[in-house]
């Protein structure tokens, strides 16, 4: 299991956030719904998608190895078709939605003490995992609970992404980080469009080209070019920027894959609607997949993780390589994290059914 993407709280603070997480997924919905019912933004409802026209194509792969099982076996699977964002969903546009409905993202949220009596306070505060550096580390002697690089940091959310005194100001056309799944599910509503399943996600991913381990072919880098914004270094020390960008990059930095969708590699790793099954593919029906009935639950929590697919800026050459088509991994449902993000798709007619 990598890691790298699926971040766990630091070995103290890990018994707190799967507690605490259990509880707030029995509270009624009621402290995280919409407060009000605002219409839907005013732009057209397609505007920034692309139509994807369905078909068949082979998910997952058959030449995956013992690291990555869970993208096998390649299989059959048909798409009907659906419209997508263009780009991850920015902070502009979930500033929109914020606007428009006050809503509270997870993050920004302290725990009533009252709920948690036994709880460390600073375990209390609204916050989300960030990523910082650290040296000495071989990853590949990490996973569970020990995965140094992952920090709980209280006050850390989509306003502050880097926590108290950091700001968005300048990169409002940042991919949105730090939500969890009902967040992004709140946004998506508001917007009338959903998360895409992991199915049309790949589809959409792989912009027509046929069992290529890359969005955009072949070749990692072809022509020597970087294609998308991850790791180039020595992870989790050191990353060289060699792309340009040692952090989250603006929506668009990097070109578009042949169905016109950019960073469907790299950047964030976006979620989708599907829970998460190591298993999945095995059973996977070939129309329409929704994935499994639950989720993935390697913490025993009683709940599970949903997929995110694409891979992040974290993602490095050695250890993640989660860049690729068939890349998928699990997200802990009520994480909210800085490499995670989502773009959404619509179920409007196809243009030329208007
Ligand atoms: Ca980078
Ligand atoms: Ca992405």
Redesign the pocket.
């Known amino acids: 299991m990598d890691s790298a993407v699926n971040p766990k709280p630091a070995s103290n603070a890990k018994a707190w956030i799967i507690i605490i997480a259990v509880v707030l997924m029995v509270t009624p919905f009621g402290i995280l719904v919409l407060r009000n019912s605002p219409a839907a933004p005013a732009s057209p409802a397609t505007t920034g998608m692309v139509w994807i026209k369905g078909g068949e194509f082979t998910m997952g792969s058959d030449k995956a190895d013992e690291k990555h099982a869970e993208e096998a076996p390649g299989h059959a699977v048909l798409i009907k078709g659906f419209w997508m964002d263009v780009t991850?969903v920015t902070n502009a546009q979930f500033q929109a939605f914020v606007d428009a409905t006050q809503y509270v993202t997870d993050a920004e949220k302290d725990l009533d003490p009252r709920q948690f009596p036994q709880a460390p306070p600073e375990m209390l505060k609204g916050g989300s995992l960030l990523f910082k550096k650290v040296s000495g580390v071989n990853p590949f002697q990490c996973g569970g609970a020990n995965l140094p690089w992952w920090n709980f940091t209280a006050g850390a959310n989509w306003r502050q992404p880097e926590g108290a005194k950091s700001s968005i100001k300048e990169r409002m056309n940042h991919p949105v980080i730090c939500l969890t799944y009902k967040d992004v599910q709140a946004y998506a509503k508001w917007s009338g469009k959903r998360l895409p399943t992991e199915a049309e996600w790949e589809f959409a991913a792989r912009g027509g080209l046929k069992d290529k381990p890359y969005t955009w072919g072949d070749e990692e880098r072809p022509n020597g070019k970087i294609m998308c914004n991850h790791w180039q270094g020595k992870f989790p020390e050191r990353d060289n920027g060699v792309d340009g960008f040692t952090y989250v990059a603006p929506v668009k930095s990097f070109p578009a894959n042949a169905f016109g969708l950019y960073?469907?590699?790299?950047?964030?790793?976006?979620m989708c609607e599907d829970w998460y099954g190591l298993e999945y593919y095995k059973v996977s029906p070939k129309d329409g997949p929704i994935g499994p009935a639950i989720g993935y639950d390697p913490e025993k929590t009683g709940y599970g993780q949903h997929v995110i697919r694409?891979g992040s800026w974290l993602c490095d050459e050695g250890y993640c390589l989660r860049y690729r088509a068939t890349s998928r991994q699990g997200l802990d449902t009520l994480t909210s994290t800085n490499h995670v993000g989502f773009r959404c798709v619509s179920d409007l007619p196809a243009p030329s059914a208007k």
């Open positions: 991850e960073d469907m590699a790299g950047n964030v790793w976006e694409g």
